[in-house]
């Protein structure tokens, strides 16, 4: 069948730029991703491993401080040198939060800059996805900066692997299992719990006697969102069971991150889904292999096939697609690359119209490429630059930056997307966008009649045309293509 340049690029990517090359079909976008990842170098994102060490040096700036301040508190006239020090820590720790915020508005800029120029849009847009799909909020210390940091190490490097690798690195890595209190997990039966249960035995008052337990939050959100899905074939046991599987992985900032420690495990086998895993000893080997039982099961080639197909083509996609994706996903045990196939030349994907709503951070990326900001531009903004231009403006829309609600990530419908404070948010945005070229990244703004074309194709509606044609100012025109009801579609 014929395909539309303009709907691949859209759809599957972030639409077009004034110097960007459109897909004539979908292997313009598949054989790249199968490429170098040549955007993550041009434009370096930190790995968590490098903001790890920090937080060590954060936690101990804060341990200082607090101790500092219990003690001049305690004190009705606090010597002079104890002041000084307690002043000295407290900038410290300032410092630590000040430079975190300043690694977010990099992490940030480095993503737009990433997607404003590149040539394997797919590749961007499939990080995005999983990353949402993936979901960790950072929740304290340096992790509430570290989401980027986390998708750079965990999810970029998994997007064209085995889903099952993909798994295993996203639910195994630190700022999961930080974010799900995962390291809190200890095995009803384990040495440890047999510790605490006789010191509580002998001191019951004795708070470290009675501290932590068997957490499933982490075995729930792998069944419920990153595999099966909700609705399917799993008991709450199946959870339990899990979660006693999972007991002993935990995060040792002494150490490298993921540390499995068998003192915390539950002994012996566990059953998941009818299959015995484990024996005397507790060991990472085990939850390797559940994780990659999971990841090829047929609820979770079912699940992930119908997110692929509502996050990329529609609210309520074609059952043959979903089924297309599925079979394709059984049969290949998970290949991602042969799964993207289907997804780009199905009939169904490749249907008109474009009919799902921009997510607030899709609208952004999407409007810097249409108008080519060069992402040299974009990396050079300070944090008060982004955090005015950027951050904040994507909360008025309703999509704070790393921040989602909840592991379930951001809602797909239309309804949580276009919504009055929402798009007033986005107007507001895209009629100030004019000035922002101009004053705060050097650039000359283009002719709103040429960047209808740019941005919508030659098939651009006619209302639009007419509009930016018409408008007084180049800034009202370059506002009113973005806001287009046609650019709010992808």
Not at 340 to 346: A, M, R
Not at 392 to 417: H, I, K, L, N, Y
Request: charged share 25%.
């Amino acid at each position: 069948m014929a395909v539309d340049p303009i709907l691949l690029s859209i759809r599957f990517g972030y639409g077009p730029g004034p110097s960007r090359v459109l897909p004539r079909d979908p292997s313009d976008l598949l054989i790249p991703l199968a490429g170098e990842d040549v955007m993550a170098a041009r434009f370096p994102i930190e790995s968590f491993s490098v903001i790890y060490e920090e937080t060590r040096a954060y936690q101990t700036d804060m341990r200082r401080r607090n101790d500092l301040r219990k003690q001049v508190r305690a004190m009705d006239a606090p010597p002079e040198d104890l002041v000084a020090k307690l002043d000295a820590a407290s900038e410290a720790a300032r410092w630590h939060i000040q430079e975190g915020r300043r690694r977010q508005a990099r992490a940030l800029t480095a993503a737009l800059a990433r997607i404003a120029e590149t040539d394997d849009p797919l590749r961007e847009r499939l990080t995005r996805f999983w990353a949402d799909h993936f979901t960790t909020i950072g929740k304290n210390g340096m992790t509430r900066w570290a989401v980027s940091a986390y998708v750079e190490e965990a999810i970029r490097p998994h997007l064209t692997g085995s889903f099952a690798d993909l798994l295993i690195a996203a639910v195994t890595h630190p700022m999961m299992l930080l974010y799900l209190d995962q390291s809190n997990s200890i095995g009803p039966n384990s040495r440890v719990a047999e510790r605490r249960a006789e010191k509580k035995a002998q001191n019951p008052d004795s708070n470290d006697a009675t501290a932590g337990g068997l957490n499933e939050n982490l075995a729930r959100e792998v069944m419920e969102l990153h595999t099966l899905g909700v609705g399917a074939t799993y008991s709450q046991d199946d959870v339990r069971q899990l979660a006693e599987l999972f007991a002993g992985m935990m995060v040792v900032l002494k150490d490298e991150g993921l540390t499995f420690q068998k003192s915390r495990g539950e002994p012996g086998p566990e059953t998941v889904l009818g299959q015995s895993y484990g024996g005397a000893t507790p060991a990472m080997a085990d939850v390797i292999a559940v994780l990659r039982d999971l990841a090829r099961h047929p609820d979770t080639a079912r699940h992930l096939a119908r997110k692929l197909a509502v996050h990329f083509v529609a609210d309520d996609p074609d059952p043959a697609l979903i089924d297309a994706l599925t079979a394709r996903f059984l049969e290949t045990d998970g290949a991602l690359l042969a799964v993207y196939d289907v997804l780009l030349t199905h009939p169904a994907a490749l249907a008109p119209p474009l009919s799902k709503a921009k997510q607030p951070f899709d609208f952004v990326a999407s409007s810097l490429r249409a108008l080519g900001v060069p992402g040299a531009r974009l990396t050079g903004l300070n944090r008060v630059q982004v955090q005015r231009n950027l951050i904040r403006p994507m909360t008025r829309m309703g999509q704070p930056w790393e921040v989602p609600t909840g592991p379930d990530g951001w809602d797909e419908p239309d309804t949580a997307w276009i919504t009055p404070q929402g798009l007033a948010a986005r107007i507001e945005w895209a009629m100030a966008l004019h000035d922002k070229l101009e004053d705060g990244l050097g650039l000359t703004p283009p002719d709103p009649r040429g960047l209808v074309t740019t941005a919508l194709g030659p098939a651009a509606h006619q209302a639009v045309v007419f509009a930016a044609g018409a408008a007084e100012t180049r800034a009202e025109g370059i506002g009113i293509v973005l806001v287009s009801p046609q650019f709010q579609r992808r």
